[in-house]
């Protein structure tokens, strides 16, 4: 499903850069359930938004279900992105001034699904989540387990082939950590290929394989 050969990145500023992948390889298998973990600013949020096609590479080669993912223009982006990747943000990345909803129905808004339509689909993935009653609600109303929740529902609506999770866990309590992570390794059984970035080590024990990032390369897996 994914494969990486010889990834780099280096971040450039005025002054500096730093080069923070420096040769990555690595190959995911479709299904595969996988956490990266690594010290805080080892690049694991920059591999992670590589291969949901947020961000760019320099050097190298990524093929994303057999597709070399490389210069492609914005629009080719976001359809391959709409197509494959679910993105979930340790922060939950919810529009603040939409209820949980219309948060989840977004991608079909994009998508140009009729509101009538893609509010039936939202109210499935919501319902899902166990959320239903909480569809007219902002996040606001919310707690972070129930926003992390509504983040994945809408993650899931345009039904992708990879979820990629950032922290997920990172701002939530021990208990609900447990409840999001069994939730996520619920979707990894369905046939989701599933990679999550932590540094909780009760979070990647979940997953079937702990790959780790140091010195920009692979260092363990
Ligand atoms: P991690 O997620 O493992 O903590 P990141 O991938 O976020 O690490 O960051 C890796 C390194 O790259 C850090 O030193 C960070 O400061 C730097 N970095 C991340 N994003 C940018 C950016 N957009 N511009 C410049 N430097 C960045
Ligand atoms: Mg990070």
Redesign the pocket.
């Known amino acids: 499903m994914i494969k990486l050969s010889n990834l780099h990145k280096t ?1 450039y ?1 005025e002054a500096t850069s ?1 080069h ?1 992948l420096k040769g990555i390889n690595l190959t995911i298998e479709q299904g595969e359930y996988v956490a990266i973990m ?1 010290v ?7 591999l992670l938004n590589i291969l949901g096609i947020l961000d760019s590479y320099d050097e190298g080669d990524y093929f994303l279900n057999g597709k070399l993912i490389k210069n492609l223009s914005e629009r080719q982006a976001a359809k391959y992105r709409n197509e494959m990747i679910g993105f979930v943000f340790q922060s939950f990345n919810l529009i603040n001034f939409k209820n949980a909803l219309e948060n989840v129905s977004l991608p079909l808004y994009y998508q140009k699904v009729s509101r009538r339509k893609r509010n039936i689909i939202a109210m499935e993935y919501l319902d899902k989540m166990g959320l239903k009653d909480w569809a007219y609600h902002m996040p606001n109303e919310m707690s972070g387990g129930q926003k992390q929740r509504v983040a994945i529902a809408r993650a899931l609506i345009s039904r992708p082939k990879v979820l990629l999770a950032d922290e997920p866990t990172g701002q939530l309590d021990s208990k609900t950590t447990k409840e999001v992570i069994q939730l996520i390794t619920d979707l990894n059984k369905t046939g989701l290929t599933t990679i999550l ?1 932590t540094h909780e080590k009760s979070v990647a024990e979940a997953t079937k394989r702990v790959v780790r990032i140091k010195d920009g390369i692979i260092d363990n897996d």
């Open positions: 971040y500023t730093l923070v690594g805080s600013g080892s690049g694991k949020s920059t970035v």
